[in-house]
Structures are given as C-alpha cells and as structure tokens.
C-alpha cells in the first residue's frame, strides 16, 4: 500500500519524507488556507519537496468550463501535480477532457460505488473514497472500500483507490487488508501508526537493565 499525507504543511511533509514512507501528498484550498500561504507556491513547494511523488491539488470552480481551465493551469505548476475534481456530473464532463489530454485526474468526494465506477469510467486516474465522513454519518465508510476494490480489478480501470477522510490507524490497517491502492493519512494519524504501549514498555525495560549493566560495569 502507498501512504500518502493528507496536508499543506512543508515541515510535516518533510517529516514523514525522512521516515521513507512518503509516497505522496493530497491537499485542497481549506489545508492550505491554513497555512496562511499562497495557494499556488505552496503547491509547487510541496511538489519539489516530495521529489517527483504525485501532489493532489484542488480545483475550486463547480462548472466543467471552470474545471477544466483551472485544471489546465494547476497541470502547468509541476510534471506531479495530479488535479481533484470533485464528484459531480460537470466534473465529468471535465475529467473526460482533461483525461484525454494527459491531465491525471483525483476524483474526490466519493461517497459510493456509483460513483467510483462512473468516474473511473470518465477518465480518473485515482478515486477518492471518503470513509471518515460515511462514518460520521452513521454508515460503514469501509464498505465502500470492499465495493470498489472488485469493481476496479474486475474491469482493469487504470484507475487506483485513494482512502481518503481517514481517521485512525484502524482505517490504514482495514484499507490495507482490503486491497486498496493508497491510503491518504493525516500527520496525527500516521504519527500513531507508531504507537503501541508494549512498544514503550519493552523500550522503557531495554534502557533501565542496560544503565544497570553500565552501573554494574563501572564498579569492576
């Protein structure tokens, strides 16, 4: 599975970068608002800094004409930049141009199998399930995940599974059980795919029997 972090912070995108498990970034206008940057040099310094790994930047305009000059000109900031378009019939209309013209397309705010397959079959080269907000709303954001994952390998769509609005480590582990493409994880959360209370413990052990080894040494 590739990880992908789901921000506009350089500083928490170098980070994970370091870890070596880094495969991509997905942001939109509302992360990087909070950035308090320019949308547009953020994109392109996140671009550089992930060193050729694809980087989801967000179109804003909801009509097909709007889309796709707004795609257009964000394909233009970076060779990686791939463009979101969220999941909306104008937004079709818009991935069946751009995809046609090399212009790889994030198809976002999916929220069934419907969709998935109809935006694969427009062009998408990614789709972006939303489990975090099916979950919020009472429904079983992973079920849509077991949905596509048989959808996209039984007609070969040159297509891969963004799990996206994911939560916990617990929607990695499932996306990953389940055979999706990408999981696009905040910092918080990938921070705790680290965390395990054996982990710290048998660390915390580790550290106190070999200060006393060293105790025991100092006094030979």
Sequence with gaps: MKFFIDTANIDQIKEVMSW?????????????GKEGVDFET??????EAVEGR???AEVVSIDAEGMIREARDIAKWADNVVVKIPFLKEGMKAIHVLSQEGIRINCTLIFSAPAGLVAAKAGASYISPFVGRLD?????????????VPIMQNYLFDCEIIVA?????????ESSMLGADIATVPFDVMDKLFNHPLRDKGLDSFLKDWGKYQ???GEK
Aim: charged content about 20%; proline content about 6%.
């Design 136 to 148: 919020d709303i009472g429904h079983d954001g992973m079920e849509l995940v077991r949905q596509l």
């Design 165 to 173: 609005s994911v939560r916990t480590p617990a929607h990695v582990i």
């Design 20 to 32: 070596g498990i880094c495969d991509g970034v997905t942001t939109n206008p509302t992360l990087v």
């Design 42 to 47: 953020r994109i392109k310094e996140i671009c």
């Design 215 to 217: 105790e025991m040494m």
């Design 54 to 56: 694809p980087v989801s």
